[in-house]
């Protein structure tokens, strides 16, 4: 894919391959993101990655992520439970990643332009 900014930092959990993440317990700490209010900050590369080992979180670019659901090229993407991509609902105070750029169904892996954003309205 095009990456462009990719940062280490040290797992606070295990992380799934491609999936969003957000900064833990301090900032060298790294954990799943799980929720579409969690201050989303980048995608986890492709590997899957246990406490304590160093995971780079892609922060700028297009990353590949694994799709919890049915999502449509063009849509805002957060995440679900699991950390994976699923479609932004409108709701106040909602993170989003970025924005899908093919459509995929779950379980798919689709490339995402990394814009983080929320919802304040």
């Known amino acids: 894919?095009?990456?462009?900014?990719?940062?280490?930092?040290?797992a606070g959990g295990a992380i799934a391959a491609n999936t969003l993440l957000k900064f833990g317990a301090d900032d060298r700490t790294?954990?799943?993101?799980?929720?579409?209010?969690?201050a989303i900050i980048g995608v986890a590369d492709g590997y899957a990655i246990t406490t304590g080992q160093m995971v780079d979180c892609i922060m700028d670019?297009?990353?590949?992520?694994?799709?919890?659901?049915?999502?449509?090229?063009?849509?805002p993407i957060t995440a679900n439970a699991s950390g994976q991509g699923i479609v932004s609902t409108a709701a106040v105070g909602a993170r989003i990643v970025g924005f899908a750029?093919?459509?995929?169904?779950?379980?798919?892996?689709?490339?995402?332009?990394?814009?983080?954003?929320?919802?304040?309205?």
């Open 1 to 10: 894919m095009n990456h462009g900014l990719i940062k280490s930092y040290t």
């Open 30 to 38: 790294m954990v799943p993101a799980v929720a579409a209010t969690d």
């Open 61 to 75: 670019g297009i990353a590949m992520v694994k799709a919890g659901g049915t999502i449509t090229r063009g849509q």
């Open 101 to 121: 750029l093919a459509s995929a169904v779950s379980g798919d892996l689709f490339p995402v332009q990394l814009s983080p954003g929320f919802n304040n309205a």
